[in-house]
């Protein structure tokens, strides 16, 4: 199976900036649709961003349109997620995921088929 290993994650103040990296293992990974996910505590998953294997094809959730951009890097096996403009209500743990098939739609966290650990997001003030 895929690995994935989230990393960038940290403490950051109210209006900075932070990049997320996922990067995977294996040979495959340009032929992968990945999203990312998060997770506060007491609340469901939620869809925050998706990009096609080509790179050519994204999708946002409505509250990050604008603040945060995802992307990918083929030849180095890694997608990354910068985040601008971050607030306190973006505090959560962080998640990469893999759709291998290319089933269903991308905000649902149940088409996908590999995950990382996560990495957490703490925006304070």
């Known amino acids: 199976q895929v690995q994935l290993v989230e990393s960038g994650g940290g403490l950051v103040q109210a209006g900075g900036s932070l990049r997320l990296s996922c990067a995977a293992s294996?040979?495959?990974?340009?032929?992968?649709?990945m999203g990312w996910f998060r997770q506060a505590p007491g609340k469901e998953r939620e869809f925050v961003a998706n990009?096609?294997?080509?790179?050519?094809?994204?999708y946002y959730a409505d509250f990050v349109k604008g603040r945060f951009t995802i992307s990918r890097d083929n030849a180095k096996n890694t997608v990354y997620l910068q985040m601008n403009s971050l607030n306190p209500e973006d505090t959560a743990v962080y998640y990469c995921?893999?759709?291998?098939?290319?089933?269903?739609?991308?905000?649902?966290?149940?088409?996908?088929?590999?995950w990382g650990q996560g990495t957490q997001v703490t925006v304070s003030s």
């Open positions: 995921a893999a759709d291998k098939y290319a089933s269903g739609n991308y905000y649902d966290a149940g088409k996908y088929d590999y």
């Open positions: 990009i096609w294997w080509s790179g050519t094809k994204t």
């Open positions: 294996g040979r495959t990974f340009s032929s992968y649709n």
